[in-house]
């Protein structure tokens, strides 16, 4: 038994190894991300005038901030790629990437919910129920029928 924990440490090495040193668009997500997808789905919402331009407002007052954060998420992934291919690994610095990655995965995260909170002073109720109802059914796409 222990010869075969041997065997499998060399291998779980080499496929995170592998894992880690694909490029950042073969594990990117797809253009604009979730915020794309709150924009499609509120175009269907079909609002009036007014309604549209606060909208645009809103999500126009975020973009700049949101791509910002998510340049310096891919490059935090990069730095980490190759921190894992360097001759000499050290932990200490994997573990602060570790910790800038999500750091700022949290502030994106953050964006989201004031997105949200911004919107719904903007929405109405059954319009707000209308976007999450839509988002619920596109979060279940692609996914087994366990992590519905």
Known sequence: MKHFHRSLCPL????????LALPVSATAR???????????RIEQLELDAETQASVDAILDGTRGERRDV????RAAHEGMRELFQA???DEARLLAQAELISALQLKLHKQRIATHLRLREVLSAEQMESLASAAGERSHR???RYQR
């Open 30 to 40: 797809p253009p604009g991300g979730p915020e794309r997808g709150l924009e499609s």
């Open 70 to 73: 998510q340049r310096q998420l």
């Open 12 to 19: 779980v090495a080499g496929a995170l190894a592998v894992a």
């Open 87 to 89: 001759g000499n690994v």
């Open 142 to 144: 692609g996914r087994p």
